[in-house]
């Protein structure tokens, strides 16, 4: 039986996964009646029957059996004579079937028939992987990390496809090594040189869209809303969420019994402080929540300008602000406000100041309850002090004074 082994000529196909068998077996068949045009002159008197669990293909010819001298047309039509010379018992009038030999249409014919149908594939292949992942972006994906550059990360998802997670895509304190499984939310496919490329993220506000969906089943359900959510990443995320039933807490539902649900996520982003508030309508409100952790007393709001002055007692200040910045910027980048923050008791406008807390990273706990005992709670009360003035009143070194000083100090310089 004339047949051609495909596992072996055509490595390709047997490993397209990803694409359907009807869709494959359609290219298969226009390759070879390709070839057949290029022979006969026409494809119309012949079958391509392909067997995609074998890896076989088959050609088989059609052709009416005429009599002698009657043959008008030799591509579908054959003398009566010709045809007993293949099967003895054929008559005028039926139709004889003969297999055509693959090998006949000559070795360069063939060649080009693999490249052809390699180049076919290839491009199902892409396509396939671009409809693939598509479909599924903004949606969290398990993979293993295979290689790791300077600028980026490729996996490997279950399937053998390669993804690439940047080094803006990930959170500034993330470490990977070969073969650990990571999770990431699919930002988006692009097409460099004709290829698809699959860009995945941990630092887009999705990725924790994503988390909180999996460890809230309300927000699964669709009882709590996400309204919306900005980051920082691996530094501090504000989340607004709004329940559309009134006997469920949504911000307690988040959170969890003693921080349950959270806690893994915040895990997970590196240990990124999460702020979750209530959403309302009410804008004055907004703006409030979205200044956790700080209280505010009073505010001032200029809805055509988008602006708002809050004011809010000394020693909150940093805590509004937050360690360079962040918190308040979050807070505008929430609610579409420029936000001013003014000291209640004064009238003007806040000098920015930092949390000690907020350098624990960098100093140790003992020495920021050392500092906290004298009544230095933040960054600006301890330098507005001279080392010799700490060094008295602590019991603190010199040495490590004029480092605290220097870490404070460093703070400042790059605002």
């Not at 018992?89 to 070795?107: A, N, P, Q, S, T």
């Not at 550059?149 to 496809?161: A, C, Q, R, S, T």
């Not at 505010?296 to 940093?318: G, H, L």
């Amino acid at each position: 039986m004339a047949s051609i082994n495909l596992i072996e000529s055509f490595q390709d196909f047997k490993e397209a996964e990803n694409i359907d068998r009807p869709t494959l077996m359609k290219v298969l068949e226009d390759v070879f009646k390709t070839l057949l045009r290029k022979k006969y002159g026409s494809d119309e008197s012949f079958d391509v029957i392909v067997n995609t669990e074998k890896g076989d293909l088959e050609i088989v010819r059609r052709r009416m059996i005429v009599d002698d001298g009657a043959v008008e047309n030799p591509l579908i039509e054959i003398a009566y004579s010709d045809a007993v010379k293949i099967e003895p018992d054929f008559e005028v009038g039926e139709e004889l079937y003969e297999e055509v030999d693959i090998m006949d249409f000559g070795r360069r014919a063939i060649l080009a028939a693999k490249q052809t149908l390699a180049s076919r594939i290839g491009d199902l292949k892409k396509n396939a992987l671009v409809k693939k992942y598509g479909d599924r972006v903004g949606d969290i994906i398990n993979a293993e990390v295979y290689q790791v550059w300077k600028k980026e990360v490729l996996l490997i998802d279950e399937d053998g496809n390669e993804l690439i997670l940047p080094k803006s895509e990930q959170i500034p304190s993330d470490y990977f090594k070969k073969g650990e499984s990571i999770r990431s939310v699919i930002k988006k496919v692009e097409l460099k040189n004709n290829a698809p490329v699959i860009i995945l993220s941990r630092t887009h506000p999705s990725f924790l869209a994503k988390l909180l969906e999996i460890e809230v089943p309300e927000i699964f359900d669709g009882l709590i809303v996400i309204r919306k959510i900005v980051r920082e990443p691996g530094e501090r995320a504000k989340v607004a969420v709004e329940s559309y039933d009134d006997r469920i807490d949504p911000v307690g539902a988040c959170v969890g019994m003693k921080g349950s649900r959270i806690h893994g996520i915040v895990r997970e982003l590196k240990n990124e402080n999460i702020d979750v508030i209530n959403f309302t309508n009410n804008l004055q409100l907004l703006i409030q929540r979205s200044l956790t952790p700080a209280k505010i007393t009073r505010m001032n709001i200029d809805n055509e300008a988008k602006r708002a002055e809050v004011y809010v007692s000394p020693d909150q200040v940093s805590l509004a602000i937050g360690k360079r910045g962040v918190n308040i910027k979050l807070a505008e980048d929430l609610t579409g406000f420029d936000i001013d923050v003014y000291r209640d008791n004064e009238g003007e406008m806040a000098e920015y100041d930092i949390d000690l807390e907020e350098f624990s990273d960098e100093i140790e706990g003992w020495i920021i309850e050392e500092l906290k005992r004298i009544g230095c709670d933040t960054a600006r009360s301890v330098l507005d002090l001279t080392p010799t003035e700490l060094e008295r009143r602590t019991d603190l070194e010199k040495e490590t004074i004029e480092e605290i000083r220097d870490i404070l100090r460093s703070e400042f310089e790059k605002e």
